[in-house]
């Protein structure tokens, strides 16, 4: 089974800390995701990457930056923490979809409050 | 720009009855692929069922099959002899064409489905 994990479930920082959040996946997929969950706001792509040190900006990549040094983890850092930042953050990954559609495997997700 | 909608931020349905979830998309593109996706409470995402827009075949995966009608732009999702255990929020995702070196991938806003026992 496709195992993605999350470095935390929950975590509490203050205004302008500075936050990492990592995943980890074990199964040699080259996508990588991270998206943030709200409540009637569904998922919202914060960035991806399809391969080790290539990024793309998703929707709202404002205030986020990504780090992907090796295939399997992919870290989604908070520059500067703010209380908007509040929210569910879910990582996921998928084997390459040039030619074929790719299902997208989650992690458990890291809830963040920032105070 | 490519939308995904879920108009229905709730339903219910009795056990053993059959519920359908609604979602529409809106897209230029012809050949895209979409996805429905279920969280649990407290647990992880996962697909549920995936459709391939060029397949005029609906998809069906046990209990769990959609009525996709390209031309209407609709994407549903029906759930026969619901049980407990797929009360969660459910997503309807689409996921464009692979061109100029890129895809999106966009989720709605879900539908919470609670099962009555």
């Known amino acids: 089974d496709v195992k993605v994990t999350q470095s935390s479930r929950y975590l509490v920082k203050r205004t302008g800390e500075k936050v990492f959040l990592e995943c980890v996946q074990d199964?040699?997929?080259?996508?990588m995701f991270w998206y943030r969950q709200d409540p009637g706001l569904g998922l919202r792509l914060i960035y991806f990457s399809y391969d080790v040190k290539m990024k793309e900006k998703g929707d709202i990549p404002e205030g986020y930056s990504v780090s992907r040094e090796k295939k399997e983890r992919f870290s989604l850092i908070l520059e500067s923490a703010s209380t908007n930042q509040t929210s569910m953050y879910l990582c996921a990954s998928s084997p390459s979809g040039r030619v074929t559609a790719d299902t997208q495997y989650f992690g458990p997700g890291t809830r963040l409050t920032v105070l | 720009a490519q939308t995904v909608t879920q108009s229905q931020p709730e339903m219910s349905v009795q056990e053993a009855e059959t519920v359908t979830l609604s979602c529409t998309y809106d897209t230029s593109e012809s050949d895209y692929y979409l996805f429905w996706y279920k969280q649990p409470p407290s647990r992880q995402m996962i697909l549920v069922i995936r459709q391939e827009a060029y397949k005029q075949q609906n998809a069906t995966e046990n209990r769990f099959s959609v009525n996709f009608q390209k031309a209407a732009k609709s994407f549903s999702l029906k759930i026969s002899d619901s049980q407990l255990g797929d009360a969660a929020m459910y997503f309807c995702?689409?996921?464009?064409?692979?061109?100029?070196?890129?895809?999106?991938?966009?989720f709605g806003t879900g539908t919470r489905l609670k099962v009555l026992a």
């Open positions: 995702a689409y996921r464009s064409p692979f061109t100029s070196g890129t895809y999106k991938y966009i």
């Open positions: 199964m040699d997929h080259e996508n």
